[in-house]
Every structure is written in structure tokens, then in C-alpha cells.
């Protein structure tokens, strides 16, 4: 029985709430409308969590995306309102995260800062320097050019309901494809095997030859790239940039990848695991909005899901080992 | 006096008989040695006397009154203390604090009395004989010896229940010369206390120098208890090891290859400089005692600590990082199998193929089928008992834990095996499969590097041995008709 709901508890639980909402609200949650809105919605944080599990599968994770995501945003808009060209100013952007994420990377693994320390304290220096570069305004409107903005508009149109095209949004098929890419890196590469053995043993990897400290630094440039990404996405999304716009992403990524953890069989952060936890977050928030509840009491719900998930997998496995 | 005798205990793990009619009684006022070789079921048999394990079959009892041992905690209640080879310490407290930690904080006012707190720790400390060290000074900057001492005077401190045994697990395995004396001198006071000592141990010497009595365990059963004083050490070491050495060790192939190793002026921390030289085929056996540095110099080989010197493996400088070693053909398989080589909760396949993932690719991407079926072989021929690639490491056996790390050293078919202490921890029947598999692969070409505290492994398996000495080989003999006390008289012998 332990074992039982230690390998399904969590899935059925998933299922459970999907169900709830379907009975609930019978007309308007289990529709292709919703759920592409939902997959809109969603598609920031899948991207920050699945690049959030590769630090993960090491044991490290970074508190600094949020951040990051709010300043990426922040730097493609006001190189925007330069009048620099799209291209550019995304590339630019990315850059940043990428350059943010090789800081988190040097402190972790060449200085030996815990990661909690060191990417406390790059979160707030990039929430400051969010602030710096956009001198704590919001950008929008014309600074916002019509192109950028109408990516997250766009979609592949998959027919029509009424007069309206449905659309399969970019934002979404952006979030597949880093999903994708992601999971081949970690799944099927030798490159992911590696970060799963530091996870593993740290010791025995390091002595099997395993280069420990250019791989994790590696992995949180390839997590900081992946914030950047969300905050790019999420400023087309909302067609402005705002120095904490991206802020919220970070605790709701970790959650995700933690409520993972706990369809796996092993317990390991797993990228397609990650992603059954972001839909099951995204969908408790979608489905207590329709239902109009308080949104102060819906974080406490949401609170209360992740506890109950993370406890039954944690009672679950010491049930086992007895 | 008071008298613990365990008798007839039976403990299996799996199919593994780990205890087999073992028995002891130990008496307080005595030091009592508990031998065997490794996997003759002493840590076994301390564990059930900790309350970690549960005998499956056997009777214990204090003072002729049956006693019941299924937790840490009536262990302590039956007035027994358990030091083992690592120190339990909390390195940032002071010395009294560490002494207190399993015990309430002497108090006045609701506060802690800190004054009483030192004393307390101050007096104990005097009571074995270790008043050099301060009971205000850091646990962390005390040496692994005056660590040890503070944990047993922790026991000297007023408690519930008075200690009046205390096992020993190898004691002395950390302590430098100076240090194991200073422990030997408070084994001393306890003993004159009263209290009983079990002083587990493969140290010859020391243990003639301390045991009033010696009971020798084989293969989880009892062998004998004798007096020390009526017997000597080759009766010991013939009831330890009990069978022809022939049986246990396969048959020894001449080495005559050509040179294919030379390390010249190998130096690094706590080691060096030493200078040999190894053909093909050749097993090279390194006797040491503990801190003489017989484990950094492997790990320098695998080039896991920084080094200085020429290596050469086959005219080819050594790499001087692991993933360059993997890569060149070496293969390491470190002393802590747990902590050092595999990962416990994941699949055994994962830790056999983690120094080869480079050649199981194509293009980076990892070929799933390629590796199965090279665990799957690999498996085969170290004779794993797993119920497949996917089991995780944690629900193996302690041998064949080891079998998943010979696998992972064979899969690249290594010109250079680095092994230290290949055997611990493991039951005889492992053990032989594991000594064949070290034969073979000589037979093929391989040379073999093996550092092992089993002093008959050593002899048995190697063509020449090595003694290393506060970290240079003082000398080198053939293994061939060496005897043990030989060997140890050479490990103990300091350079002039």
C-alpha cells in the first residue's frame, strides 16, 4: 500500500484535481479554449522550472530566475526603446542570462558559495539592476515594437470555432521545444548522465572522472538562459516590461520541480515530472479563478497541495525503507 | 563482576550467513580482543550488541539474566559504550560541550552553568588520564586521537546508567603512534575502573599488548577464546584464517612481461617521494599501516590529489586529473565503496558505466542499448547477484556492492587497476570471486596496484609487495614465502 501511493499517490492526486474541476465546472474547464489558455499561461514557468531541474538533478538549485526573468525583460524593453532592432535586443537580453548564469555557476562551484547564499545574493543584485536599467518604470506602449509583441499573439491556427481561428499560442510551442530540447539533454545525453551521478554521489562522480565543477557551472548558464528566455516571453506576453514582473516564478518553479519529485519513481527531478507539476499548479490556479475564489485563499490551497504531495511521497518512502 | 555472554548467534543477510553460532563473554575488569578477518562477522556481531541489528537466532545475557538488545537505547541501558572508527564529534563546539551533548547541560536558574560544564569535563578528562587536554578548546583543532579520548571520558561523566563496557571498533585506525598510546593508557584506567573493554582489532601487536583474553571469529562462527598469555600469534592467525591458504588464493601465474609502468619521484600530500617500476601482468601488493600514505598514493595515481612526478604508463605520460586516468586505461576502485564509489539509491548500471559514458555515445547522446548490454556482460563475469541493471545499488549485499565496482573498473578493460582494500566488508565466498577476477585479468596483461590492511590477501595475491613507511617505500620483498609477521615487522620498522 506504502509502496502503492509512494509510486501513484501523486498522479492520482494530479488526476483527482483535474477531475474536480471538470465536475465543477462542467462548461468551461475541460474545453481546447481553456486549456490552450492554460498552456499560454503556463508557458513562463515551464520553461524557468524544466531549465530549474537541471541544476536540480545536481541537488543545487538557484533562487535568482525570478530576478533574472524581471531584468531579462527589462533589458530587451529598454534596448527596445532605443530603437534597437528585435533581434538584437533579445540577444542581448539572452546574453544577460546567460552571463548571470555563469556568476551563479563560478560562486557554486569554483569559489564553493552554497548555492542558497550565493543565488540569494545574485537575486538581489539582479532585482537591483533590474531597477537600474529601467529606472523603476514600467516600458510600454510605443517602446514596445507591434512585432515583438504580436509573437505571443501568434499561433498555429489549428481550425476555427465560430468565426474565431483557434490557436496553438507560440508561447506554448516555444515551452514544448525547451521542454523537449531539455529532456534530450538530460535523458539521452552523457552530458545529463554526468549531472545525475553529481546528484548521486558527488564524491564517487568526482573520483569516476566526472568534471564536477564545469558542469555545474555549465548547468546554471544553461539555467539562467532559460530564465532570461521566460522573462523575454512573458514581456511579449504582457507587451511591457516591469522591473518585477518576473518575480513570482521563481518559488512557483521549484514547487513545480518538488511536486515532480514526487511521481518519480526514484525521487529524482525529472524534466517530464517537472512538467505534470507545473500543469498541476497551473490548473488548480485556473480552475479556483473560474470557481471565483479569494486569491488570498487560493495560495493557501495551492500551499496546502504542495505540502500534502511532497509529505505522502516523503511518509511514503520512509514506509518502504522500515 | 559483571558478565555479558552472547551465544549461539545466528544473523543472516539475504543469502548471506553473517553470523553462524558466534559466541563471547566478556567480563568486567578485562580487555577482551574480538578477531577475524574481514567478513568473519565482528561488525555483525557489534552491531547486534549496539542494538542496530537484531540477532535472527541466539541468546544474550547479563549476569546470567536474559537480555533484551533491539535498540541503540537499551544498549546504553544495559551499561554499554560504542566507539567507533569515526568520530561522532561536532567539530565548532568546544571539548565539554561535545562531552554534553547526549546529556543534559548542568543548569542554575534555567541557564547553563558553564562553569560546572567545564568542570564536569575537566574531571572526567583527569580520570583517564587526559588532563593535557582543555576542555574550553575547539573539538575541530584536536587530532583524531585527543577526539577519541573526549568521547570516552563523555562516558565518564554522571549518567542514568554507569557505563561498564566499552566496544572498540579498531580504535587505533586514525591514531598516529603517540596518539594510540595515549588511548592504550586510558584502556588502562577503565580496565583498573572495572569496566570491560571489547577491543576489536587486526593489529597483532597491539592486541598482544593489551588482551586478557582473544576470541577469534571465522566465517560468523566462533573459533576460540583463549588466554593471551597461553597462546601466540601464529596460533591466532591460524584460527583466524583456518583454511590452506592455496584453497583461498587461485593459483599464482608467473609475471614476466616487459616494463610498462614506471613512476619516478611521485610525490603528494603526506606521500613521497617514491620511485617503482611494473610489467605487465605483475601484481603489486602495497603493506602499510594506516597514515603511512598506502591510500594517497593511489589516489595521486588516479590523479585524484594534486601530484608532482614522472608516470608513465606504457611510455605515455599519466593524466593528472581522473577523467584523463579513466580515459587512459587506469581503474580505481576507492576503500569507501559507499561514500566514495557507488550511488547508493541509483541503478547499478548508472555507477558501472560513469567513468565510460564518453565511449557509450554517439555525438554526446548516450546509446541506452550499447550500456545494457555491456552491464549486462560485465555482470555476468564478475558473477553479480542483482536482480538487474536497474536494481539500486543500496539493495546489494556488501560483496556485491564491491562485484558493481569491479564491474565498473573491468568495462574499460583496464591497463592499470588501482584497488585499495578490494575486500573489505565482504564474505568469504565474494571474496574468492573477486581474488579470481584480480588473477585473470593479470593473466591478461594487466598490471594491479592493491593496497589492503588483510595482510593474507596480500600475500596471497600479490607478486611483490611494497611497504610503505610515513609515505616512501622503505622496501620492496617477493610475496612468495612471506609470512605475515614478516611483513608486519617490515610495515613497523622505521627508517633510520
Redesign the interface.
Known amino acids: 500500500m506504502a509502496s502503492f501511493l509512494r509510486h501513484y499517490g501523486s498522479l492520482i492526486g494530479m488526476a483527482a484535481i483535474v477531475l474536480f474541476f471538470w465536475i465543477a465546472l462542467p462548461d468551461t474547464f475541460m474545453t481546447l479554449r481553456n486549456w490552450l489558455n492554460i498552456s499560454q499561461q503556463l508557458s513562463m514557468l515551464v520553461v524557468v522550472a524544466v531549465t530549474m531541474t537541471v541544476v536540480m538533478v545536481m541537488g543545487d538549485f538557484d533562487l535568482s530566475v525570478g530576478a533574472m526573468a524581471s531584468l531579462s525583460g527589462v533589458v530587451a524593453a529598454t534596448l527596445f526603446a532605443q530603437g534597437m532592432p528585435v533581434p538584437v535586443a533579445l540577444a542581448a537580453a539572452l546574453a544577460v542570462g546567460l552571463l548571470g548564469g555563469i556568476a551563479n555557476g563560478v560562486l557554486v562551484s569554483l569559489v564553493g558559495i552554497l548555492p542558497f547564499v550565493a543565488t540569494l545574493a545574485t537575486l538581489t543584485m539582479f532585482s537591483g539592476a533590474a531597477f537600474l536599467v529601467s529606472d523603476g518604470k514600467t516600458i510600454f506602449g510605443r517602446d514596445i515594437p507591434q512585432g515583438f509583441s504580436d509573437f505571443a499573439r501568434s499561433g498555429l491556427p489549428l481550425g476555427t470555432w465560430g468565426d474565431h481561428p483557434v490557436l496553438l499560442p507560440s508561447l506554448t510551442l516555444l515551452a514544448v521545444a525547451v521542454t523537449f530540447l531539455v529532456w534530450l539533454v538530460l535523458e539521452?545525453?552523457?552530458?545529463?548522465?554526468?549531472l545525475?551521478?553529481i546528484g548521486?554521489?558527488v564524491?564517487?562522480?568526482?573520483?569516476?572522472?566526472?568534471?564536477v565543477s564545469h558542469l555545474r557551472l555549465s548547468a546554471f548558464a544553461f539555467t539562467g538562459v532559460g530564465a532570461a528566455l521566460a522573462g523575454i516571453m512573458y514581456a511579449s506576453r504582457v507587451a511591457s516590461a516591469n522591473p518585477v514582473q518576473g518575480d513570482g516564478l521563481m518559488l512557483t518553479a521549484i514547487a513545480a520541480v518538488f511536486l515532480g519529485m514526487t511521481v518519480t519513481r526514484?525521487?529524482q527531478p525529472r524534466v517530464l515530472a517537472t512538467v505534470a507539476g507545473v500543469v498541476t499548479l497551473g490548473v488548480m490556479d485556473n480552475g479556483l479563478t473560474q470557481l471565483q475564489v479569494d486569491s488570498y485563499v487560493r495560495q493557501v490551497l495551492v500551499g496546502a497541495i504542495i505540502l500534502v504531495a511532497v509529505s505522502i511521497s516523503a511518509l511514503g518512502r520512509r514506509a518502504v525503507r522500515l | 563482576m559483571p558478565e555479558l555472554r552472547l551465544r549461539g548467534l545466528v544473523k543472516t543477510f539475504g543469502p548471506a550467513r553473517a553470523l553462524d553460532g558466534a559466541e563471547l563473554s566478556l567480563r568486567g575488569g578485562e580487555v577482551h580482543a574480538l578477531m577475524g578477518e574481514n567478513g568473519a562477522g565482528k561488525s555483525t556481531m557489534i552491531r547486534i550488541l549496539a542494538g542496530l541489528d537484531n540477532a535472527d537466532a541466539g541468546e544474550v545475557t547479563l549476569n546470567g539474566a536474559p537480555l533484551r538488545l533491539g535498540s541503540p537505547a537499551m544498549a546504553k541501558a544495559a551499561g554499554l559504550r560504542f566507539l567507533h572508527q569515526e568520530n561522532h564529534v561536532v567539530p565548532a563546539l568546544n571539548v565539554a560541550e561535545n562531552m554534553h551533548l547526549a546529556r543534559p547541560y548542568p543548569q542554575r536558574f534555567g541557564l547553563v552553568n558553564w562553569t560546572a560544564l567545564r568542570q564536569a569535563a575537566t574531571d572526567a578528562l583527569g580520570r583517564l588520564g587526559a588532563s593535557h587536554i582543555d576542555a574550553r578548546s575547539e573539538m575541530g583543532s584536536l587530532g583524531a586521537g585527543d577526539q577519541m579520548l573526549v568521547r570516552i571520558a563523555a562516558t565518564l561523566l554522571a549518567d542514568e546508567v554507569a557505563p561498564w563496557a566499552y566496544i572498540m571498533d579498531e580504535p587505533t585506525a586514525a591514531l598516529t603512534g603517540a596518539e594510540a598510546a595515549a588511548l592504550f593508557r586510558a584502556i588502562g584506567e577503565l580496565k583498573a575502573a572495572g569496566a570491560a573493554i571489547l577491543y576489536v582489532s587486526h593489529r597483532m601487536d597491539e592486541v598482544m599488548a593489551l588482551a586478557d583474553r582473544i576470541t577469534v571469529l571465522r566465517d560468523g562462527a566462533h573459533v576460540a577464546t583463549r588466554d593471551r598469555a597461553e597462546t601466540t600469534r601464529d596460533e591466532i592467525i591460524r584460527d583466524m584464517t583456518g583454511r590452506d591458504m592455496a584453497t583461498l588464493f587461485p593459483q599464482r601465474m608467473a609475471s614476466s612481461g616487459s616494463p610498462a609502468l614506471a613512476v619516478r619521484d611521485l610525490r603528494a600530500a603526506g606521500l613521497g617521494p617514491v620511485s617503482f617500476e611494473m610489467v605487465e601482468g605483475e601484481i603489486l601488493g602495497i603493506a602499510g599501516l594506516s597514515g603511512s600514505g598506502r591510500e594517497v598514493l593511489l589516489r595521486a595515481l588516479i590523479g585524484a590529489v594534486p601530484r608532482a612526478g614522472d608516470l608513465e604508463l606504457r611510455g605515455v605520460p599519466l593524466a593528472a586529473d581522473p577523467a584523463g586516468a579513466w580515459a587512459q586505461g587506469l581503474a580505481y576502485v576507492p576503500p569507501e565503496r559507499r561514500t566514495e564509489g557507488v550511488m547508493p539509491r541509483r541503478a547499478l548500471a548508472e555507477t558501472v558505466t560513469l567513468p565510460h559514458l564518453s565511449r557509450l555515445a554517439n555525438f554526446g547522446f548516450f546509446r541506452q542499448g550499447r550500456a545494457t548490454r555491456l552491464v549486462r556482460r560485465l555482470a555476468e563475469d564478475v558473477r553479480l547477484k542483482a536482480t538487474g541493471p536497474n536494481q539500486p545499488v543500496a539493495e546489494l549485499s556488501g560483496g556485491n556492492q564491491q562485484k558493481v565496482l569491479f564491474a565498473r573498473a573491468l568495462a574499460g578493460d583496464p591497463a592499470l587497476l588501482l584497488l585499495d582494500e578490494p575486500t573489505r566488508g565482504v564474505d568469504v565466498g565474494a571474496k574468492f570471486d573477486i581474488y579470481t577476477l584480480i588473477r585473470d585479468l593479470a593473466a591478461k596483461g594487466a598490471m594491479v596496484i592493491i593496497v589492503s590492511s588483510d595482510l593474507p590477501e596480500l600475500i596471497g595475491l600479490s607478486d611483490r609487495i611494497a611497504v610503505l613507511n610515513a609515505g616512501r617505500i622503505t622496501e620492496t620483498l617477493p610475496a612468495a614465502g612471506l609470512t605475515e609477521a614478516a611483513l608486519l615487522t617490515a610495515c613497523y620498522k622505521r627508517e633510520s
Open positions: 539521452h545525453t552523457i552530458y545529463g548522465r554526468r545525475y551521478a548521486g554521489n564524491a564517487a562522480a568526482r573520483l569516476a572522472g566526472v568534471k526514484d525521487g
